[in-house]
C-alpha cells in the first residue's frame, strides 16, 4: 500500500461502502458485498489478487528473517514463499505491464517478535487469502482465471493449515472455507495496508 494513503484513509473509503487499495500508483476497487476482487473486469480482480501475493511474499520474507523458525517448519516457509511467488507470477503473466509491484506493508507492533506471533498472524491472512479466492472463483468470467483462483486457493489453504498448527498445535483447515465479501477481506487484512 501506499505510504500516502494512510490507515484511516483506508478505513473511511471501507466505511463508505467499497474497499480500496493504491498499488504502483493505481487505485484499485471494488463495491462490498462482492466477491474479494470482484468488480468490473476479470483485470480488476487479477491485480487485487496480485496486490494479496505481493502482501503475502513480503509476509513469508518478514518471517523468514525473524529467525523464529527452525528445521521443517524454515524450510516450509522457503517453500511457502516459492508458491507465494509462483502465484504472482501466474497472475503477472495475465496482467503485464498492469500488475501492481513496488508495495509496501505494515504489520501489528510484535507480529515478528516469536514463533506463536508470527504464526497466528499467518492464520489470519491466509484465512483471508483462503476467502478471497474462493469469492474471487465465483466473480471471474474467465474459466481459464477461474481455475487459476481455485488452485491458488488450494494452496493457501495447506499454508493455513501449517500456520494453524503451529499457532495451535492442530492443523485445522473448516471442511466448507467460507468465500469472503470484499467487505470481510478487507477487516481480515486491514491491519496490514498502511
Do not use: C, W
Not at 178 to 185: H, I, L
Amino acid at each position: 500500500m501506499s505510504e500516502t494513503t494512510s490507515r484511516a484513509a483506508f478505513l473511511s473509503r471501507g466505511a463508505r461502502g467499497g474497499i480500496a487499495l493504491v498499488a504502483g500508483g493505481s487505485l484499485l476497487a471494488a463495491t462490498s458485498g462482492q466477491a474479494f476482487g470482484a468488480a468490473t473486469a476479470d483485470a480488476d480482480i487479477a491485480k487485487l489478487a496480485a496486490t494479496a501475493e505481493l502482501l503475502a511474499i513480503d509476509f513469508y520474507s518478514k518471517s523468514i528473517g525473524s529467525k523464529k523458525f527452525k528445521g521443517n517448519e524454515l524450510e516450509y516457509l522457503f517453500q511457502a514463499r516459492i508458491s507465494e511467488r509462483a502465484h504472482y507470477k501466474a497472475l503477472a503473466g495475465v496482467l503485464k505491464s498492469a500488475t501492481p509491484k513496488g508495495l509496501s506493508f505494515t504489520y501489528p507492533a510484535g507480529t515478528f517478535d516469536s514463533r506463536l506471533s508470527i504464526a497466528k498472524t499467518g492464520v489470519a491472512l491466509e484465512t483471508a487469502f483462503v476467502g478471497a479466492y474462493l469469492g474471487a472463483v465465483t466473480a471471474l468470467k474467465s474459466n481459464d482465471l477461474k481455475g487459476v483462483a481455485a488452485t491458488i486457493a488450494a494452496s493457501e489453504a495447506s499454508h493455513l493449515s501449517v500456520f494453524s498448527d503451529i499457532a495451535t498445535g492442530k492443523p485445522i483447515i473448516p471442511a466448507f472455507p467460507k468465500a469472503f465479501t470484499a467487505a470481510e477481506a478487507t477487516k481480515a487484512v486491514t491491519p496490514f495496508l498502511g
